[in-house]
Structures are given as C-alpha cells and as structure tokens.
C-alpha cells in the first residue's frame, strides 16, 4: 500500500507584515487515516484531523453492541527519535475510556525512515500487542499528512477536556450514523474533523 506522509502548505505569497499575520494565524492539523484491527478483525476506519494540543476520542459502535473507543494524541517532539519524527499515541478501548477494557496504549513513531522500512517491505507502519491482553490488537497508520489550517477558524471549535459521553447530546462532541449498512454510529471529540463507517462529523 502506498503511503502518504507530508506538508501542504497554503499556496501564494504575501509581503512584509502580511506574511508575518498569516503565518501568526495558521496552525498544523495532522490528518491521519488508520486501520484497527482486533482479533483479526477490522473494527474501524478512522480518518481524523487532529490538533496538537487535544486528545481526541473516536468511537464506533451502537447500543447494546460492543463499543470501541480510540484515543489520539500528537507527540510533536519524540525522545531519542528522528528531528523529523511525529509520535501518535493510540490508547484503545473495548467499551468507554476508563470504565471500559484497555486493549491497547502505545505510540508510534511516525518518520521518513520507518515509512520507508514499511514500504520496502510492502507494508504500512502498525504497532501490535498480544499475548498479554485478552485481545490481538494491531493499529495500522494508511496515510499521514500534516495540513496547515487556519487558526481563527480551528479556534471556534469546541475542546473535548474529558471523555464524557461521547454523544450528539455532548457540546464539545458529534455524532453520525454509519453508512456501511451496519446499525453503528460513529462519535468523536475532541478533534478538529471525523470520518469513518460512510460517514463524517465535525463539531458545531
């Protein structure tokens, strides 16, 4: 699988104080698409923007079904990693944050030199644990991009500071309902954007 992993940088140029005010209101998004594998089984499909200051919380699943909740964290500076290295913290749920079951709590490495190794080998990079837990996790990283935003407009989104409920009926949350003709929905906070199961969300 090819893997993405960059910078887009808005197009154009301005001069003198202009370029010092654009740059003052502009703000990295990580957007990141994953794969989440339990048992084998593909849980979900997560596309999030997130923000580097903001744990987002990302859950699928419908009422009296398994729920899983995925929390997302940018590391920006990683010890004893490449200048150029991201880390993603990843802490995996069966159920709800802190009242459920923990199946999973690493972080990547994200850099040139691990997307490299994992495309030499026909692959994307992951993080896995088994044998300990009661579940075979593995998270896969599809694509990594590092957006450049605008501050003004990421500032008017409501911040996710607890894993509450996640729910539509949560001011800092949102909610769709899945279009993969399963009976799930998808719920986020806490991130500037969501997408997965056919579905996306953002918060008002």
């Known amino acids: 699988m090819l893997l993405l992993s960059g910078v887009l940088l808005a197009a154009g140029s301005f001069a003198g104080g202009a370029t010092q005010r654009i740059a003052a209101e502009s703000i990295n998004l990580h957007d990141l698409s994953l794969r989440v594998l339990v ?22 699943g419908s009422p009296g079904e398994v729920v899983y909740t995925l929390t997302l964290d940018i590391i920006e500076h990683v010890a004893d990693a490449p200048a150029d ?39 994307s990079p992951s993080v896995r644990i088994g044998g300990s837990t009661k579940a075979s996790v593995e998270i896969e990283l599809v694509s990594h ?14 911040t996710c500071k607890t894993a509450r409920a996640l729910s539509a009926s949560s001011s800092d949350c949102c909610s769709a309902k899945c279009k993969d003709g399963s009976a799930n929905s998808l719920s986020c906070c806490g991130a500037y954007r969501c997408c997965g199961c056919g579905v996306c969300c953002s918060v008002p």
């Open 39 to 60: 048992d084998g089984e593909l849980i979900m499909t997560p596309n999030v923007q997130l923000l580097p200051t903001r744990t987002a919380y990302v859950s699928i």
């Open 85 to 123: 290295a991201t880390g993603l913290q990843m802490v995996l749920w069966r159920g709800g944050v802190g009242g459920g079951e923990m199946l999973l709590d690493s972080v990547m490495v994200i850099d040139s030199r691990t997307i490299a190794r994992a495309a030499s080998e026909g692959r």
């Open 145 to 158: 991009a590092v957006l450049e935003s605008d501050a003004t407009v990421v500032a008017t989104q409501a």
